[in-house]
């Protein structure tokens, strides 16, 4: 069974650091993009920044661009988030997401981890 796995919320002050860190296990033949979404509470979810799997252009939100890092190892099959110069307005929980073809399919899937709360105080 595939899944994936998060790990690194939780509360820091503003202007600190967080590493959000992501695995996905199970019988696992090939994964595509891999990337991290976040909902703060009352608002929906929404794309953080994504990577495929060349690891080429990253893609980021406008929000978070220049402050978090996202980065893959593909023969680990993780992702990692760093976040720095955290703002309240980052507080949420963070998901992971992931296509990935499991070996027992036939095609690529849509995966969610089970998200990881994010808390930023001012």
């Known amino acids: 069974q595939v899944q994936l796995v998060e790990s690194g919320g939780g509360l820091v002050q503003a202007g600190g650091s967080l590493r959000l860190s992501c695995a996905a296990s199970?019988?696992?033949?090939?994964?595509?993009?891999m990337g991290w979404y976040r909902q703060a509470p009352g608002k929906q979810r929404e794309l953080v920044a994504t990577?495929?799997?060349?690891?080429?252009?990253?893609n980021y939100a406008d929000s978070v661009k220049g402050r978090f890092t996202i980065s893959r190892d593909n023969a680990k099959n993780t992702v990692v988030l760093q976040m720095n110069s955290l703002k309240p307005e980052d507080t949420g929980v963070y998901y992971c997401?992931?296509?990935?073809?499991?070996?027992?399919?036939?095609?690529?899937?849509?995966?969610w981890g089970q998200g990881t709360q994010v808390t930023v105080s001012s």
């Open positions: 997401n992931a296509d990935i073809w499991p070996r027992s399919a036939s095609a690529y899937q849509e995966y």
């Open positions: 199970g019988s696992i033949f090939r994964i595509n993009t």
């Open positions: 990577t495929s799997r060349s690891r080429s252009s990253p």
